[in-house]
């Protein structure tokens, strides 16, 4: 690996790979899910916010059951992206498939029952700050199906448990961590059970060991569930043991994607310096 990541963090990935066992992408690779449609893509996608061209002819196709990791720059479009695979931001022109069907062609109702299957975790990971950790975790449960409160109880205790949070039901979220309350708001987008999971950036801004933990998390829920999850992160190059697909976003451009191991050996002068975090190359900002 470190051949790949000429330069980067000093620690080295094979090290990082005994940190964090069973998950460096050899091990991930060997449980790849083998079914090869894809459950998302994004087909010429193009979209303009305020006169800005903000995704500029987008193809992508998302592999289903397992982890596909969105990389790139800051602006370069990848929580427009993931606002778009909800349906969440309309193309101007392209199309948004989950599983072949054109979500932009959706009824209202129709868009409503298909986000019934993603669980959505936004880039500040918000809880209802006038919520107990318990309320907010419930609240998908109480406000989409037709529970009884002794089921929500054990689904909500069942996921607190998950995300290492067993005894948190009863506090209100400014009496947690930074971490605390993105472990939160991951139970919260899990407690549906749903078959695509979506994060955006769930550990930026927390220390290296709650980043790890967090990233270890979602690998161990990924493996005993085995939904499709895409997340964004900018967790370079610590992400690279924890995804079987990285897609590097440029300038509102898909730059690459594909397999991890692929991406990280990709000759794109562009790719190389962002996966290595080298300041010299074709992003200059000195
Ligand atoms: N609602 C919006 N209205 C207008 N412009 C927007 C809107 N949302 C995003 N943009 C613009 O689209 C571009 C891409 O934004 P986006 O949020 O996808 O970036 P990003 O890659 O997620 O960056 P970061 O890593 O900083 O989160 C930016 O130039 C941003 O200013
Ligand atoms: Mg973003």
């Known amino acids: 690996m470190s051949e790949i990541l000429p330069g980067c963090a000093p620690i080295g990935l094979e090290v990082m790979s005994e940190i964090l066992p069973g998950c460096a992408p050899i091990g991930l690779e060997s449980i790849r899910n083998q079914d090869s449609s894809p459950i998302i893509r994004l087909v010429g996608v193009e979209t303009t916010l305020l006169g800005q061209k903000v995704l500029d002819g987008v193809t992508l196709d998302i592999p289903p059951r397992q982890i596909t990791v969105i990389i790139g720059l800051s602006g370069a479009g990848k929580s427009v992206i993931l606002r778009h695979m909800i349906g969440l931001t309309r193309p101007d022109r392209g199309q948004v498939l989950v599983d072949g069907v054109d979500i932009n062609l959706l009824s209202r109702k129709g868009l409503y029952a298909l986000r019934d299957r993603f669980g959505v975790m936004f880039q500040t990971g918000a809880l209802f700050e006038s919520m107990t950790v318990f309320d907010n975790v419930a609240f998908p449960l109480r406000e989409k199906t037709k529970s009884g409160e002794g089921e929500i109880r054990e689904k909500v205790t069942q996921v607190l448990a998950l995300v290492g949070l067993p005894d948190t039901g009863g506090k209100y979220p400014d009496e947690l961590s930074g971490g605390m ?106």
Request: hydrophobic residues 50%; charged residues 20%.
């Open 181 to 286: 309350v993105r472990r939160v708001a991951l139970a919260r987008a899990m407690v549906m059970d749903p078959e695509i999971i979506f994060f955006d950036e769930p550990t930026t801004g927390l220390d290296p060991i709650i980043r790890n933990s967090i990233l270890k998390l979602l690998c161990d829920t990924w493996r005993e569930f085995s939904f499709t999850m895409v997340m964004v992160s900018h967790d370079i190059p610590e992400i690279f043991n924890w995804c079987h697909n990285l897609v590097v976003v440029r300038a509102g451009k898909i730059a690459a994607a594909g397999p991890t191991a692929s991406i990280l050996a990709s000759e794109d002068p562009f790719v190389q310096q962002l996966v290595t975090g080298d300041f010299a190359g074709p992003v200059s900002l000195l």
